[in-house]
């Protein structure tokens, strides 16, 4: 795609758009709408990946798509003989070292090098991975601003990268995350920089949802929907639906959606607990078919835990979607999963592991079909309020407007006033910006990877 002087900011996707992520295409779509053009770079080829009608052609056809290794680290070489690289990055790419992150210098490089044709100032990615590592050499390099969207196991795990969390806040312009539960383990663990975290939380598209439901639902039908992996906590719900056929018989019936690598031993710990009759594992559905499912439903169950690496669920979209299709939620005080699921009015939540108390939630929403429905009204009109696309989208691209190097339109303003205000905070902040990153050695993070390469013979 030709570059264009009339981007506002960049988007850097590790991957982009892929089926998992649905949400990325729902918030690049809606900025788009709300005006906002967005350079989208996506460092991983997903060209080749199922899609379905979620995902706009016209979106995935813009996509700048990074080259393979070999040839983009020849493009940079190339650009490097030519002298058309920052000296920053000549001397980091001279610094490094052979080791496997060296792979967000050269994509940095790329990327900056696009950037700057199309003058796009500001980048922001998903996730604190590849993409918003990727966004700290830019930022290096060309003296580009970036934001990132800082979720769950991307904050929650420890990784061993050279380019660590603590360095990505240090340097971004704005850091977001989706919950007031992770916007405030990010003030608490980094109060150098806890005045650059904003809550936005994800978007979703409720009408879908909202016009599949069914007034009344399935008696006795629980649908849990989720990769089947260890964080949903699959095997905590078998035994809690074992508990309820203890008890009550077969009166109900539990359908999982999804695949994983964990179905092999569900399917056997289904067989153990003799819940064959009651509970079925249906594989992956497409949208369409889970959307019918939730219509049928009596009520949503997704009992999230910890994992044993430290793992866990967020802010999951699926609780947004039964919520969206009016459904009372039994699920886990995890994470911001009390942010979604208000206890006692649209759900009723347990603590995680507590197959037992969860089995004992889900027989009182059974007994009770009047107060699922009164949970699932309730359920909806906060999914309204807090998730729509529509407030979400605004409220990102006010704050990335307000702290990042966005270019600045005059149609952006007329069409978001607020933006106005934002967009003076920007100028406010601007001339502070130079001053980051003084006081520690400039090749610091390239020095220390250079160095664990040369102490353990790390070729990459």
């Not at 969390?165 to 989706?178: F, G, K, N, Q, S």
């Not at 007034?215 to 508990?243: H, Q, T």
Request: hydrophobic residues 45%.
């Amino acid at each position: 795609m030709a570059s264009s002087s009339r981007y506002h900011l960049a988007y850097v996707f590790e991957r982009f758009p892929t089926f998992t992520q649905t949400f990325c295409v729902r918030e690049v779509t809606e900025l788009r709408r709300l005006g906002l053009r967005p350079m989208v770079f996506s460092i991983r080829d997903t060209r080749d990946e199922p899609l379905d009608e979620h995902f706009p052609a016209e979106l995935i056809e813009s996509v700048h798509f990074l080259p393979p290794r070999e040839e983009l680290v020849a493009m940079v070489k190339g650009w490097k003989d030519a002298g058309e690289l920052p000296q920053e990055a000549l001397l980091t790419l001279r610094h490094w070292g052979d080791v496997p992150d060296k792979g967000r210098v050269y994509e940095a490089i790329y990327v900056g090098v696009k950037m700057r044709e199309a003058g796009v100032r500001h980048a922001h990615s998903h996730f604190a991975g590849v993409g918003a590592r990727c966004c700290f050499w830019l930022k290096r390099f060309f003296g580009h601003s970036y934001s990132f969207t800082g979720h769950a196991n991307d904050l929650f795990e420890r990784v061993d990268f050279e380019v660590t969390l603590a360095d990505l806040m240090r340097e971004a312009a704005l850091v977001v995350t989706v919950s007031d539960y992770t916007a405030g383990w990010l003030r608490e663990n980094f109060p150098k920089w806890g005045g650059k975290v904003r809550r936005v939380y994800n978007g979703l598209d409720l009408a879908p949802f909202e016009a599949a439901v069914t007034p009344g639902g399935r008696a006795g039908l629980i649908v849990s929907v989720g990769r089947l992996i260890e964080k949903k906590g699959f095997d905590d719900l078998l035994r809690a639906c074992a508990r309820l056929k203890a008890e009550q018989g077969s009166a109900f019936r539990c359908v999982i959606v999804g695949d994983g690598p964990l179905e092999g031993e569900l399917r056997r710990l289904v067989a153990e607990l003799g819940v064959g009759d009651v509970v079925e594992l249906v594989g992956a559905k497409t949208q369409p078919e889970i959307m019918a499912l939730l219509a049928e439903a009596q009520i949503f169950a997704l009992p999230c835990v910890t994992e044993r690496a430290g793992g866990k669920d967020n802010l999951p979209t699926v609780i947004m979607e039964a919520m969206a299709a009016r459904l009372p939620c039994v699920s886990t005080r995890l994470a911001g999963i009390p942010e979604m699921v208000a206890d006692g009015d649209t759900g009723l939540l347990c603590d995680e592991r507590q197959p037992e108390d969860f089995a004992e939630a889900l027989a009182v929403l059974l007994a009770d079909p009047e107060r699922c429905e009164r949970m699932g009204e309730a359920g909806q009109a906060r999914a309204r309020a807090m998730f729509a696309k529509e407030k979400t989208a605004s409220a990102l691209l006010r704050a990335l407007v307000g702290n990042g190097r966005v270019r600045f339109d005059f149609a952006l303003v007329a069409r978001s006033p607020r933006l106005g205000v934002s967009y003076l905070a920007q100028w406010v902040r601007r001339p502070l910006r130079g001053l980051c990153c003084r006081g520690a050695s400039r090749f610091a993070i390239a020095e220390k990877a250079a160095k664990r390469a040369r102490e353990h013979g790390n070729i990459g």
